[in-house]
């Protein structure tokens, strides 16, 4: 398809596949390229780490999921620094966990007592009710490290009974509509839900043809 | 791979034994999605599934097929399969790019899916760059046809009957060596490796493409899903071939929005 006025295109190609991409692909891989591409993914690799009660850091994938009921996800700067305004306090939330990545676009800081300008991404739970997990990831997670983000964040956690709510912003020149985006009403709210999802939402559903995609889609 | 939806029906709404697999490819123009697109909004296809896949950039959206306010609330991703039990068919629609590297692991799962759920054939939709085409190709229909040997011996003879032309093979070293050919299909995306793992995997498999460029693509779009039913017949052909097929509401806005009154 065309872009149109205002469309960013982030693929290289529409088809998906580069010829350049597929034409290195088809000669046999030398073991030094095997290599390389090992390295590549072990730099692109998304490590969660947890703080337990004891206050040891443990790799995800040793312990036993953790009973969540609510889990609350904030991803981009804007939807991180809501939290930080309106929700996060250092009285009734504590740090347990830290998801720390690397891509061309950011690299996670190392430490948990962040700036709001640092790239980062912070597991906090809420102290008087230990079932409640918020998750402020102001970092980029590019696209093959969404699926891993994914895996390592939700496999530590048990699904029954797991209401998530996903907190995200986009660019109001990407939302499609008919009429002009100059008479939008603000804050412009929109909600897609699963349909297990049984409460009331409170705002309007996303029409169609817009879409979300990245982290907050996967 | 494949996850079906919980629609109580049971395993019944997921067994595609002897069906034929209808799929786009992620291809130049995105013709094969917007024939898909067609194929799934007229025939009023019930999604059974989804593939739960990492090679596939994720996106998520209310139901592209909606046609009113109670059907427009279901949360469609980006690959996603559909069936219509009456004509065999189950479609699998792909609505992202895929993620760098990941096309051949996702070539692989899907084969072995097609194997494991025991259809019939596949049939691929497609397209190409229509600039790299050669004198000859420049003349004459733009569509062409792809059939691996097992579905040859089956069909062969029909798609001499229909006139169908299949896609030439060009030489592997032009201008130094004209003898040895190969299939080429530049802007194909992952046609070409599904087909030739089709191929050695003994899979019967079809492909469908059309010669085009990117721009305002709809009407490609339509020669090739009018194309694909003079073969499959899965809507009556009508004198006037656009009409038959019903456009998804998710195509409205496909070049943004209107203009802003602010800029006047």
């Given amino acids: 398809m065309a872009t149109f006025f205002g469309e960013v295109v982030v693929a290289p190609s529409r088809a998906g596949v580069d010829d350049e991409e597929s034409a290195e692909e088809a000669r046999e891989e030398t073991p030094e390229d095997r290599e390389i591409r090992r390295e590549l993914e072990k730099k692109r690799e998304v490590d969660v780490l947890w703080t337990l009660k004891s206050g040891a850091s443990t790799e995800s994938s040793a312990d036993e999921p953790f009973v969540c009921s609510k889990f609350i996800v904030a991803i981009g700067h804007n939807a991180a620094a809501f939290l930080s305004s309106f929700i996060l306090d250092s009285v009734c939330w504590e740090v347990v966990g830290v998801a720390k990545l690397w891509n061309e676009w950011c690299r996670t800081s190392n430490t948990t007592n962040v700036l709001p300008t640092d790239s980062f991404c912070l597991f906090y739970r809420l102290i008087s009710d230990p079932t409640v997990l918020l998750c402020q990831c102001s970092c980029y997670v590019a696209e093959d490290q969404q699926f891993q983000w994914l895996e390592k964040v939700f496999g530590c956690m048990r699904k029954e009974d797991l209401q998530v709510t996903i907190l995200s912003t986009c660019p109001v020149a990407d939302y499609k509509t008919q009429e002009s985006t100059l008479t939008l009403p603000s804050p412009f709210l929109k909600a897609l839900k699963t349909k297990e999802f049984k409460e009331e939402v409170c705002c309007p559903l996303l029409e169609q043809p817009n879409i979300v995609r990245d982290l907050p889609a996967a | ?264």
């Fill in chain 2, 1 to 264: 791979m494949f996850v079906p939806c919980d629609r109580g029906g049971g395993s019944a709404s997921s067994d595609f034994k002897g069906f034929t697999l209808l799929m786009p490819a992620v291809s130049v123009g995105n013709v094969g999605q917007l024939a898909t697109d067609l194929v799934i909004s007229t025939l009023n296809m019930t999604k059974v599934g989804y593939f739960y896949t990492d090679c596939l950039v994720p996106m998520v959206g209310n139901n592209p097929y909606a046609t009113a306010e109670e059907n427009s609330m279901e949360l469609s991703i980006n690959a996603e399969v559909y069936s219509l039990p009456s004509k065999k068919l189950v479609v699998l629609q792909i609505r992202s790019p895929f993620i760098k590297n990941k096309y051949r692991p996702f070539c692989q799962t899907l084969l072995s899916w097609v194997k494991s759920s025991k259809c019939a054939r596949v049939v691929l939709l497609s397209s190409s760059h229509a600039y790299q085409r050669d004198d000859e190709q420049l003349l004459g229909t733009p569509l062409r046809y792809l059939l691996t040997p097992d579905l040859e011996k089956a069909v062969g003879g029909l798609m001499q009957e229909l006139n169908w032309k299949e896609m030439e093979k060009v030489a592997a070293y032009p201008g130094i060596n004209d003898t040895e050919k190969v299939l080429h299909i530049p802007g194909g995306g992952i046609t070409k490796l599904l087909f030739t793992e089709s191929c050695s995997k003994g899979i019967q498999m079809a492909v469908l493409l059309k010669f085009c460029s990117e721009g305002d693509n709809i009407p490609d779009a339509f020669a090739l899903v009018n194309y694909l039913n003079e073969w499959l017949q899965l809507v009556k052909s009508e004198v006037n071939t656009s009409s038959q097929w019903k456009i998804p509401s998710s195509w409205r806005l496909l070049f943004g929005n209107g203009l802003p009154p602010a800029l006047f």
